[in-house]
């Protein structure tokens, strides 16, 4: 997660006027041709990440491609850069098979396609069944119409995938008999089906769904599937739900389990049942967890915030983690508080273990919530301090103009590791940079500790304020030439 010392690739001379100008074509290059190991997805994201808009002709250009995952990272980042964010569906439906699949699924489950994108969708001759089953999945996420006919005349015989979401869809539409004949299935991977179907109804909720998650919390064997059901029905306010946590905390002899449940009503904001309650005597993790539910559920910001300020001080690492991800939902009255202490804990631990990847997210979040009090942390910081790294790579997941002033004023002295973040982030939200930190760009481009996500980004920052861009997005479009 930070950057280490830093070693330079060997001199040589390349076709771009020297190692340097090299080592940055070859950082694209390695980012826009598949990777025997998958690198190159994580440097497609870390692109995007940049939300600049002079790669718009490069995405467009991949979005052609023939390799999927490269088409779907392509059509993903001209979505971020557009105006309203959604997916272009012309270009989701000239996509690779196994790309279009992807991107309908991404779509549909993130609201990234209309009602009118998902009329256009079914009308493609060439689309799976279970293509044509998303579709119609996400127009009755969007409150359009769909007929059950036209659902059940799908052929889903040779993908039993689609033949979940088929008998899903038809329980949202009042037909539940397929469903119920899903539960009891035989396969070898029984479990892992009614995950994925329990996961589909989330999505697509019906009394005909939760009847089938009511009988996997009762039947399943397996925790996981069980547990899973729970939260569909939690967050569907079932009214069987608190019976079958009773049963489920019954049933759990580790207290591992338990505090699974408790999680299962902290995430949902529900009122514990007395039996766990009583349970949790001797346990003070499982009893503040409970506490933390039953102010959730009742809203009172009093004793919300007394049950945070004990989750932060037990250091659970799967609570902390959840209160990051809820602090980033929360109002910000209520958020900003425990995201700092949350930062204060992870830097008195100097950033070890877990706690430097919940500083990283809880930094994030606190940038999304107040970033007025984010700016005083950072201007606060100790210089090339952990701490100071992890505000800044939090800086680059999203672009943050407002602050650039702020990051200006870090002193610069090197290539370091807090000096590294810096330069990137300031190039990124200015407008021009001066010769000698393009120069350093260059320089963290070809240097091997960096990680090559950050490498990614130095390249092509680099291109962009050396004025390069044209030249160097030709050539990724034609290597040949």
Known sequence: MLLAAMSTFPAYAGSWGGPLNDAVHRQLDRTVTPQVNNEHLPRLASLRALKDPRLLPLFASLAERSEPSIQVHAVLGLAELSGDGQLDIEQVIRTHPDARRTLIDYGVSNDLLS????????????????????????????????DVADVRQINTAEDLTAAGLQAVLLASLDDPSVLQSWSVLDQDDAEARRFEL????????SNGGHRFAVDAASTSEADGVR????????????????QLIEVESARAARHRA????AMLLMMTATSPP?????????SPLLLTMLEMAEALSTDQEDRIELAIDAL?????????SWLVDAASEWPSARAVGPLERMLDQARDAEFAGDFGAHAVNAATALLKQSPDTFRTRLSRVTDDSPEQQILLLAMLQQPTPDLIDTVRSIRRIGLGAADTLALLVTARDSPTLTDSDVARLKRIAARLAASSDLRTQAAWLAVRHDGSVD???ASLINPAQ
């Open 258 to 261: 338990k505090v699974d449940l």
């Open 274 to 282: 007395e039996s766990l309650r009583h349970e949790a005597d001797d």
């Open 312 to 320: 932060i001080e037990m250091g659970h690492r799967r609570s902390i």
């Open 198 to 205: 329990l996961e589909m109804i989330r999505q697509l909720p």
């Open 115 to 146: 009602v009118d994108d998902l009329h256009t969708l079914r009308q493609v001759t060439a689309l799976t069944p279970g293509e044509h089953l998303m579709a119609m999945a996400g127009l009755i996420q969007l409150g359009s119409t769909v």
């Open 227 to 242: 547990r899973f059901a729970l939260l569909v029905l939690l967050e569907a306010d079932h009214p069987d739900a608190m």
């Open 471 to 473: 030249d160097m997005v």
